[in-house]
Nanobody, 112 residues
């Protein structure tokens, strides 16, 4: 059974940082494209960042230069380092593995 468990969300002031973690079980993340998505109230879920099996990364324009996706193969965990956070980054952040596996989400709230 595949499980993706996100953690690290919370409330932070604008300009602050958070690191989200996605701990995987039932899959080996190095063989999957892993992504972070987010969904703000009243908006569609959108891709924030992804990392593929050869560690090529991809970012939404809105987070380029501020967010970094990475993967720890030993821990089978994917991270999203978020710096210079803005109020518009407020959303529920979801981890996804190719094959349509999703985590339960973690709330990120950025206050102005």
């Amino acid at each position: 059974q595949v499980q993706l468990v996100e953690s690290g969300g919370g409330l932070v002031q604008a300009g602050g940082s958070l690191r989200l973690s996605c701990a995987a079980s039932g899959i080996i993340t190095r063989y999957y494209t892993m992504g972070w998505y987010r969904q703000a109230p009243g908006k569609q879920r959108e891709l924030v960042a992804s990392i593929n099996t050869v560690s090529t990364t991809n970012y939404a324009d809105s987070v380029k230069g501020r967010f970094t996706i990475s993967r720890d193969l030993a821990k089978n965990t994917v991270y999203l380092q978020m710096n210079s956070l803005k109020p518009e980054d407020t959303a529920v952040y979801y981890c996804k593995a190719s094959g349509n596996y999703w985590g339960q989400g973690t709330q990120v709230t950025v206050s102005s």
